[in-house]
């Protein structure tokens, strides 16, 4: 990888070492590598192997971004998408720069190791909605030089392979697909963004590499690696305020919002919900994007309150009626200014999201329906979607005391969770075994989990 200190070592490295009363010696005899592997390391005369920097994480017990940090010399900053510093900078230079360090990060094994480790920050969401709301894009987005011409038919490539990695996504998981879209990024999408374009070329590639970034978001969020999804999210996020985007923002919005939910950073889904609701309605966004900003708004309403936990009849009537409203714009139809990514989000998906508000509000049978409806019109197209909305399905069962029906329903959603490369959708049928626990002497409990453990296992 060179000398990434320009020459001057890795003082940080050594640094480290001699805090802990080590020798050279007796740092490389811990990590497992010979004293002149380390002292060249400290150099800067040698790379260090990604399986290395895991073993000094753990012999100097430290975190791995830590560890990135005495190596390469770069910090989490630097790989944020809008660093505290310049966040507010959406000339396309500075947004191009920023998204092709990211990628060129996730093609190299070592820094790609160090984004799948980092965790999810609530903090950093204050100052990039910030941006998005108050920032202003810049005047223009053409970029001029002795460069490769990108055009309109570049830009549609990149819309095409898009749809096609979400296709792929959608039947197989994210572990299939994810690594062919961040090579995609680095390799065709960065090249273009540094070409040659006008304004009109220009903002369609950047909105375009926005939905592909916020793909490769979308898989490392389903493989459970969530700063690195949240990394995406926001790069994302700053590629459509440099394109002055407001519909494809309202789509990374509401992608960030259910990562909040999923992780029960409840005030980061407000946060994040409303910011898309008023994103759109100041856009004046077509019916059907409006209905799923009003259904995303009530899902993180229901987490924020928990009324069946608290009781809260104010909060419970908040998303009644943000579910009214939802569904009010969604029965008005398509129009000819939607955009090509609300088609995936459709009525069954409309249905799945009102069951988990019907969930978190105690309404049981309410929920079970709609999940249930959800799984019948998911069908074999969205094999993921309907093997959630089972396990969906046999919580609300479950909810309502229905041990038999729930145990049958989670039974059948067994075998696409084996045939998933998806890392949540494992951790959600692990999660309604755990449901199980008050009722771990029932015969029928224990079969369930015998069967769930082995299947699993195979």
């Known amino acids: 990888m060179g000398s990434p200190h320009g020459g001057r070592g890795r003082p940080d490295l050594a640094r480290a070492r001699k805090q802990r009363g080590m020798t050279q010696e007796e740092a490389a005899a811990a990590v497992g590598v010979a004293p002149g592997t ?32 005495w190596i390469e010399g770069w910090s989490h900053g630097e790989t944020s998408s809008w660093p505290g510093t310049e966040y507010g900078d959406t000339s396309t230079a500075a947004t191009v720069k920023s998204a092709a360090l990211l990628w060129r990060y996730e093609m190299d094994e070592s820094r790609r190791h160090v984004l799948a480790t980092l965790p999810f920050v609530p903090s950093v969401l204050g100052g990039w909605l910030s941006g998005w709301s108050y920032g202003t894009p810049p005047r223009s987005v ?94 994302a996020l700053r590629l459509t305020k440099t394109s002055d985007d407001p519909l494809t923002g309202t789509w990374v919005l509401t992608t960030m919002t259910l990562q909040a939910i999923h992780l029960d950073q409840a005030t980061a889904a407000i946060w994040l919900a409303r910011a898309g609701t008023d994103t759109a309605r100041r856009a004046q966004a077509p019916p059907r994007v409006m209905a799923f900003m009003l259904a995303r708004e009530a899902w993180a309403t229901a987490l924020q309150g928990k009324a069946a936990e608290t009781h809260d009849k104010h909060g419970a009537k908040q998303v009644e009626r943000l579910l009214v409203e939802s569904e009010r714009a969604y029965a008005q139809g398509i129009t000819d200014r939607d955009p090509a990514w609300i088609a995936r989000y459709d009525a069954a998906e409309l249905k799945a999201q009102m069951g988990r508000c019907w969930s ?90 015998d069967h769930l453990n082995h299947e699993l296992a195979a």
């Open 360 to 449: 978190l509000l105690g309404e049981h049978k309410r929920a079970a329906d709609c999940a249930g409806a959800a799984v019948a019109e998911f069908g074999e197209r969205f094999p993921r979607s309907a093997q959630r909305n089972r396990l969906h399905t046999a919580e609300a069962y479950l909810g309502m005391g229905e041990l038999e029906q729930a145990l049958d329903t989670a039974r059948a959603a067994i075998p696409a969770t084996k045939a998933l490369t998806s890392a949540r959708s494992v951790d959600l049928i692990r999660q309604f075994a755990g449901q199980l626990e008050p009722y771990k002497g029932s015969m029928m409990v224990r079969e369930f989990r």
């Open 142 to 235: 053409a970029q001029q030089g002795n460069r490769h011409t990108v055009g309109m038919a570049d830009v549609d490539r990149i819309n095409e392979a898009r749809t096609v990695f979400g296709q792929l996504d959608d039947r197989f998981g994210a572990g299939l697909v994810r690594p062919t879209v961040v090579r995609y990024l680095d390799s065709t999408v960065t090249p273009l963004l540094r070409g040659r374009y006008d304004d009109r070329v220009g903002t369609a590639l950047m909105s375009a590499a926005a939905g592909m970034t916020l793909l490769a978001g979308w898989t490392a969020f389903d493989l459970n690696q969530h700063g690195q999804a949240q990394q995406h999210f926001g790069q």
């Open 38 to 69: 380390w002292g060249r390391w400290e150099r800067s005369e040698q790379g260090v192997r990604a399986y290395s920097r895991k073993q000094i994480a753990a012999v100097f017990e430290v975190e791995a971004v830590e560890v990135e940090q």
